[in-house]
């Protein structure tokens, strides 16, 4: 079974920094795609950041591009969200989501609160 474990949210201050992890075992398969999306209050989840272990690419929304950066671990099956400059706007509970496409989700994680005070 796949799961998928995002640890690392807090309060922080706009300006500062976090680093989310998101833990996955259970593939079944040697490579994978994991993604970041947040879900604001009131609003709908949005796609973060993405890494595909295929090419070892990423993508980013325009709103984090040039601030967050998604990498992996394999050794560790961990992939992390570094999120610097934070602003308050990127208050929201943060999910990982994976695992075959950036574009096809089938398994999330239990979600991780970021709040960034002004």
């Known amino acids: 079974e796949v799961q998928l474990v995002e640890s690392g949210g807090g309060l922080v201050q706009a300006g500062g920094s976090l680093r989310l992890s998101c833990a996955f075992s259970g593939l079944t398969f040697d490579d994978y795609a994991i993604g970041w999306f947040r879900q604001p209050p009131g609003k709908e989840r949005e796609g973060v950041a993405c890494?595909?272990?295929?090419?070892?690419?990423?993508y980013y929304s325009d709103s984090v591009k040039g601030r967050f950066t998604v990498s992996s671990d394999n050794a560790e099956n961990t992939v992390y969200l570094q999120m610097n400059s934070l602003k308050p706007d990127d208050t929201a509970v943060y999910y990982c989501?994976?695992?075959?496409?950036?574009?096809?989700?089938?398994?999330w994680g239990q979600g991780t609160q970021v709040t960034v005070s002004s």
């Open positions: 989501g994976g695992v075959v496409s950036c574009q096809s989700i089938d398994y």
């Open positions: 890494f595909s272990s295929y090419d070892d690419s990423t």
